[in-house]
């Protein structure tokens, strides 16, 4: 199994914005570390992108291996594990008929996760109660926001 932990922060929403990614093999003792910034972002923009960063650093790597992505964000978590088969559904669109916010990035979410076998599972993990791995995805996201 392949452990994924990710974040994503923004200063003002829109403003500077910074995602985290810590991966592991679950063979392995060491977390890698990944993170990024944008200077004029969302947060919820900052939440998918971490997990496609994430998931564009292991995919050759995860080869028949689960990777399970875990994230505080009911969006990217919900999104992932039922909203974006309806958003297909109706040519992305929500049920009230609109646009989907942030299409771009869902697609490509949904493209890389279909690209793995099996297709990685979303999990989503409580913020800030003491989930050493999640406090550590957020304090990188915020300190990456801070540096955009």
Request: charge should be negative; aromatic fraction near 4%.
């Given at each position: 199994m392949i452990e994924v932990f990710?974040?994503?922060a923004c200063l003002g929403n829109p403003g500077r914005g910074g995602w985290a990614a810590r991966i592991k093999l679950s063979e392995q003792s060491q977390w890698r570390e990944?993170?990024?910034s944008e200077k004029l972002t969302t947060n919820n923009r900052m939440?998918?992108?971490a997990a496609i960063k994430a998931i564009?650093?292991?995919e050759e790597k995860s080869k028949n291996i689960l990777v399970v992505i875990r994230s505080d964000s009911q969006y990217?978590?919900?999104g992932m594990n039922g909203w974006i088969v309806d958003w297909q559904k109706r040519g992305w669109r929500t049920a009230a008929k609109k646009p989907v916010q942030n299409v771009d990035l869902w697609q490509k979410l949904l493209q890389?996760?279909?690209k793995l076998n099996p297709k990685p599972?979303?999990?989503w993990v409580k913020g800030h109660e003491g989930n050493i791995e999640n406090e550590k995805v957020d304090q990188m996201a915020k300190e990456a926001a801070l540096n955009a």
């Open positions: 990710t974040d994503g990944i993170c990024g939440e998918l992108t564009e650093s292991i990217l978590v919900k890389l996760s279909l599972q979303f999990i």
